[in-house]
């Protein structure tokens, strides 16, 4: 049977044999997958000409929604991939890290959504003022590039490596082009069909190419995202390939890495740390039959409790059945392909030489209802490099299957200095109790890392593990693991945006990002806005309260029902020394005042004031002063109902800018509030 390409919203059978899939477990073959034929130049301007409007059109709330609606479509139909997935030598725990771990990531990233305007574009950051009297300024705003995102993903996380980086691009605004592995296209060519055919993503959000895609990358531009996850070599060759270079295209590495764990020296046998440090291990080495790209590689520990860790750590391994995932029972899987076999055993007539094998057996293992001969199966194996500092096998060979190499150290500074010969990782873990070697380890060695876990007695209760990237924190690290970052919440959207400096006068910038500029014209009108429902007001509307002169007896008042006594509300003669030249209003009572002064009070659209933002008192003022408020219509934010019975509304930011008799700002804030719309119906 052929696997068949989505090209141009059409399945598409590639040219000639194509590559063949065989089913991990009984060798069998599922399917051959190929890409000859495509015209990569055609895909590319469709991604541009078709998919990029298609999602450019949408505001992030909008493209959220869509994530969000995806994900429950897929959630409810997950386990139909299961059985696919155990075709890949995935057991029901490595599937579910694959199937439901991508789900949830779209999940994730649907709620970011929150977290950006309601607007195609994105408003970074504050105005800055760029003249003297505040009628020219300038700000940030971040756009969806005009390209196609390319996603060259590993055969290790079929699903996963696919929703991961789609998440973020949708959201962003960009179509892809998802490139899986040859090897396990068949598991994400089952989810690509089923989100084509929900109807949920829009035309020529995704295309998808199932073989080896030779050429896909040679008709990029400035305006295209490459990601790439896979093998070192292999990116540095891809990321170099003058198409790259000469557009200037953005590439995203994520290599493989030779992560390490750590062993604190205060985690010794008998303490709940040196227990977890095991089953972490333990965890890392057998999880995907140790192909995870955040796999534990390089296991060091003190050169004390080196012996100790061995014996451990073996009998732990021991427990660890292999064979058919869906034999009860069975803990282990196999690798993905009997060609991983040969590449794992090249790598280890390297790393055997100089550090023997101390725990397993790469030929003599047990498989449970499985043929070892046909299967790709391969036991776990424990490595031990008793002088990490000059045998440097261990810290440049990567073996990526269930194989890890354990080092001692003498002191904490060994350990960081051994961490960082793996010359860059995506991750590493501290397994200690003392937050102290915890810091120091962190602080000296995260310039080497990605991300690092600490692993202790209370954090293991919630703690998602080494080797488990979540979608809010970034996933990536420097030097041998490619440089890159993937995932990281709304840092990871910026990748595909671009972010472009705007100037003028504040009414001009107003109008351009729909969040009202300080210095902006107001606009005036006869009703108030707390008249008005969501849909009525407009950015910019402005009410010009009546005035209040502030008295010596609000002070007192103020204090009397805040209890807010500090002296230099209360005591006019303790103020020598200090900014005030009399008895100071609280900053509280100014913005209580100004609630009073504009807020309507009959019944209308406002439902409620739920909160304050960027809250500044910046002048005293004293009695005698009088003041104004000036209640503008800063921001406006469309909220979905969360069900039918739900009233439908919006947020809306008002700008509160509090001024004096001269007509100086004496505080200023945002407040937030829950306002009706008249179109009950979403």
């Known amino acids: 049977m052929k696997l068949p390409n989505l090209i141009k919203g059409k399945w598409v059978n590639h040219d000639g044999s194509g590559h063949p899939q065989f089913n991990a477990i009984t060798g069998e073959i599922i399917s051959t997958c190929g890409s000859e034929g495509l015209d990569y130049a055609d895909m590319m301007v469709y991604g541009r000409r078709i998919g990029g409007p298609n999602l450019r059109k949408m505001t992030f709330v909008e493209r959220g929604l869509m994530l969000k609606k995806l994900a429950l479509h897929l959630h409810g139909m997950r386990k139909k991939y299961y059985p696919i997935s155990y075709q890949t030598g995935a057991t029901k725990v490595d599937s579910w890290i694959d199937i439901d771990g991508g789900i949830g990531t779209l999940f994730a990233y649907a709620s970011l959504r929150k977290q950006f305007q309601d607007e195609p574009f994105y408003i970074d950051g504050d105005a800055v003022n760029l003249s003297k009297e505040g009628t020219f300024i300038g700000h940030h705003i971040m756009v969806p590039k005009r390209g196609v995102a390319i996603h060259i993903n590993a055969f290790n996380f079929p699903i996963w490596g696919m929703l991961e980086k789609l998440a973020v691009n949708w959201l962003a605004g960009v179509p892809a082009i998802v490139k899986p592995s040859e090897i396990t296209s068949f598991l994400t060519q089952a989810m690509v069909k089923d989100i084509v055919e929900s109807g949920i993503v829009p035309e020529g959000a995704i295309q998808l190419v199932c073989g080896k895609g030779h050429g896909i990358l040679d008709h ?11 093998s070192a070599k292999t990116g540095r060759m891809l990321k170099t390939l003058p198409s790259i270079i000469d557009n200037t295209v953005s590439f995203n590495l994520e290599a493989d890495s030779l992560n390490a764990a750590v062993l604190g020296e205060d985690a010794v046998p008998g303490t709940v740390e040196f227990d977890l440090f095991i089953k972490e291990v333990r965890k890392e080495m057998t999880v995907k039959a140790g192909q995870k790209c955040t796999a534990v590689r390089r296991i060091i520990v003190p050169e004390n409790l080196i012996e100790e860790v061995q014996i451990a750590l073996g009998k732990s391994l021991a ?15 196999s690798l993905v392909s009997r060609d991983q076999i040969d590449r794992i055993k090249e790598n280890l007539d390297l790393l055997i030489k100089d550090t023997p094998i101390v725990y397993g057996d790469m030929e003599n293992f047990e498989v449970i209802g499985a043929d070892k001969d046909k299967g790709a199966f391969f036991s776990p194996l424990l490595l031990l490099n ?8 261990s810290h440049e060979v990567e073996v990526f299957g269930p194989v890890s190499t354990l080092m001692p150290y003498k002191n904490l500074d060994e350990a960081i200095e051994l961490a960082q010969m793996g010359k860059g990782s995506l991750v590493s873990s501290i397994v200690t109790a003392d937050d102290k070697i915890a810091k120091e380890y962190i602080v000296n060695a995260a310039a080497y890392h990605g991300r690092i876990l600490i692993l202790n007695e209370e954090s293991a209760k919630e703690s998602t593990g080494h080797g488990s990237p979540m979608p809010m924190l970034v996933h990536g690290g420097p030097g041998r693991a490619g440089g890159g970052e993937e995932m990281g919440g709304m840092r990871g959207v910026k990748h595909y945006l671009q972010r472009c400096a705007i100037q003028g006068t504040p009414t001009s910038i107003t109008r351009v990002t729909n969040q009202f500029q300080v210095g902006a014209k107001p606009i005036i009108t006869p009703v108030h806005v707390f008249r008005k429902h969501f849909e009525e007001l407009e950015v910019g509307e402005t009410v010009i309260t009546h005035k209040h002169t502030v008295t010596e007896a609000d002070i007192v008042n103020f204090a009397n029902v805040s209890g807010d006594n500090f002296y230099a509300h209360v005591d006019a003669t303790s103020l020598e020394g200090t900014i005030f030249e009399g008895r100071v209003a609280h900053g509280y009572f100014v913005l209580s005042k100004a609630a009073g002064l504009f807020v ?7 439902l409620l004031n739920y909160g304050l933002e960027d809250c500044r008192f910046t002048k005293p003022v004293y009695p005698g002063m009088t003041i104004g408020v000036r209640f503008t219509v800063k921001e406006k934010i469309n909220q979905e109902k969360k069900s039918e019975e739900d009233i439908a509304k919006g947020i809306v930011k008002f700008l509160v800018d509090v001024y004096d008799e001269t007509g100086e700002t004496v505080a200023i804030a945002t407040i937030l509030t829950m306002v009706k719309k008249i179109d009950q119906t979403f």
């Open 220 to 230: 990029v531009n400035a305006q295209d995202i490459v990601t790439f996850t896979g």
């Open 319 to 333: 427990k660890t059945t292999i064979g058919d995932p869906q034999v009860e029972g069975v803990r282990m899987g």
């Open 386 to 393: 008793d002088d990490p500092f000059k045998k440097l096998v």
């Open 600 to 606: 309507d009070p009959a019944k209308g659209p406002v």
